[in-house]
């Protein structure tokens, strides 16, 4: 066997940690050949209840797991990754706004931000999954000022299977016949899901369906399907987070064979979206290098949507600049 990938997870006593942990080990993220060391970071509290999970994941005997280290030092736990999951922050809970965690959370990803900086391997992929993750991966970033940018991406892959998922079921279609879909803007209610550019069965999706339920039924359930999940559940969305985390790392780490995915990752400029800012995108990635789909004719409506989701992206990077974190 390879030598084995060091993967950083963060927050790994958290609920998120509870799915995600098992689908790495057990060889989701780099398939059955490639072994994989697991890096666990908790505050230190929750160490107990991490050393617990890890007894659990000893009990598995996953052929595929080559080692778990845990620990509450970003600087030891983060030493020498190649790809990090920064899930680690408060979830919000009911009629909360996830830029209302900006406060908390924030701060979390200063200093994680200067340790994976520090002793990160290079070529390292950093992915923040903890919210308002777009601004949580901004503020990681900047406090990381000898990574590429493009060492940062913040997770919109949940709202893309969302998307994807309701859309095919309203089509009576599967999943597969999906192609081209993508969320643009903030992981936020003001989200944008373009069904103009995405095709089902070789037609565009927007022709397959009313502009009504577009706009009045489709995009906003898409964007509100955590807070609807947090009301049902009474707990954010665990398992299908994890499974989010785990499509966005591996397509980043494996590539997307021309498929096209939702990633938010640092703005070049593109579509108009401030550069810097860290936005969702339709992406494609070959050979461990995403690239945001170049060339697409937006309309106006979607033009007015996504506008108006950066703008709710550049008010949290004002928000946090006020705090001090960038
Ligand atoms: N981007 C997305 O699509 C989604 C994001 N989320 C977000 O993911 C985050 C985690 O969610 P859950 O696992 O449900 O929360 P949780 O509360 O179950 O677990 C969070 C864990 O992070 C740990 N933690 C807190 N500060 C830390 C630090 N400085 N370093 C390391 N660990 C730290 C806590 O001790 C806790 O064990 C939340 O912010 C949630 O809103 C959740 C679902 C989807
Ligand atoms: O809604 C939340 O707070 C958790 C989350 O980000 C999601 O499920 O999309």
């Known amino acids: 066997m390879s030598t084995p990938v060091k993967v950083a997870v963060t927050g ?21 050949d490639t072994p994989i060391e697991l890096r666990l970071l908790e505050v230190t509290p929750a160490l107990k209840a991490l050393e617990g999970v890890v007894m659990e994941l000893d009990d598995c005997a996953f052929p595929t797991l080559a080692g778990v280290e845990i620990g509450d030092d970003p600087e030891k736990v ?12 408060m979830p919000r809970k009911e009629g909360m706004d996830r830029a209302d965690l900006l406060a908390a959370n924030g701060k979390i990803f200063t200093g994680q931000g200067a340790a994976l900086n520090k002793v990160a391997a290079e070529g390292v992929k950093i992915l923040v999954t903890g919210n308002p993750a777009n601004t949580n991966a901004l503020i990681a970033m900047n406090n990381a000022p000898d990574l590429p940018k493009e060492s940062f991406n913040a997770l919109t892959r949940l709202d893309h299977n969302r998307a994807k998922s309701m859309l095919a079921k309203k089509l009576e279609v599967p999943v597969t016949s999906v192609k081209g879909l993508a969320i643009w803007g903030n992981h936020d209610d003001s989200m944008y899901p373009d ?8 037609s565009v999706a927007a022709d397959l369906v009313d502009e ?13 399907r955590g807070g609807a999940i947090i009301k049902a559940r009474g707990l954010s969305s665990a398992a299908s987070a994890a499974n989010a985390t785990i499509d966005h790392m591996r397509d980043w780490l494996l590539g997307t064979n021309g498929e096209v995915v939702s990633m938010s990752v640092p703005s070049d400029g593109s579509y108009g979206v401030e550069e810097g800012l860290v936005s969702s995108f339709p992406c494609t990635v070959s050979d461990g290098t995403y690239s945001i789909v170049e060339g697409l004719d937006l309309n106006d409506f979607s033009k007015e949507r996504i506008a108006a989701s950066v703008a709710r992206l550049a008010a949290e990077r004002d928000q946090v600049k006020a705090l001090g974190l960038i």
């Open 212 to 224: 009504a339920w577009i706009t009045e039924t489709y995009i906003p359930t898409v964007a509100t």
């Open 78 to 89: 983060f030493d020498g990754v190649n790809a990090a999951m920064l899930v680690g922050a």
């Open 12 to 32: 790994a006593a958290g609920q998120i940690g509870y799915s995600l942990l098992f689908r790495l080990a057990s060889g989701s993220l780099l398939g059955p």
């Open 195 to 202: 069904l103009f550019h995405t095709s089902v069965d070789g």
